[in-house]
Nanobody, 123 residues
Framework: QVQLVESGGGSVQVGGSLRLSCAASGGIFWRHAMGWFRQAPGKEREFVSTISEAGDTTSDADSVKGRFTIARDNAKGTVYLYMNNLTPEDTAVYYC????????????????WGQGTQVTVSS
């Protein structure tokens, strides 16, 4: 079983930046593609970004493209989400997810999920 723990969430003002981290344990990290998803109150969970096992390919949701960057450090067993130019629409609980195989933007293809970390963006 793989355990994922997100951290780095918090409250920022519009235009600010945050770095989310997701620490993995209980599995072979480099065998897993990783993804970030988010869910705002009253909304469905949506895809944010994903990265391949080796970190050589990534894919971002249109809503965050150019503002968010996903990265991974296989030596540390950690995946990151660098968030820039944040807007109130980015307010949500952000979830880290892992799957054995390559990157995916579909939540149902992920096997493991973290507990989520809250990101709040205000004016």
């Amino acid at each position: 079983q793989v355990q994922l723990v997100e951290s780095g969430g918090g409250s920022v003002q519009v235009g600010g930046s945050l770095r989310l981290s997701c620490a993995a344990s209980g599995g072979i990290f480099w065998r897993h593609a990783m993804g970030w998803f988010r869910q705002a109150p009253g909304k469905e969970r949506e895809f944010v970004s994903t990265i391949s096992e080796a970190g050589d390919t990534t894919s971002d949701a249109d809503s965050v493209k150019g503002r968010f960057t996903i990265a991974r450090d296989n030596a540390k067993g950690t995946v990151y989400l660098y968030m820039n130019n944040l807007t109130p629409e980015d307010t949500a609980v952000y979830y880290c997810a892992a799957r054995v195989g390559t990157q995916s933007r579909f939540a149902y293809e992920y096997n493991y999920w973290g507990q989520g970390t809250q990101v709040t963006v205000s004016s």
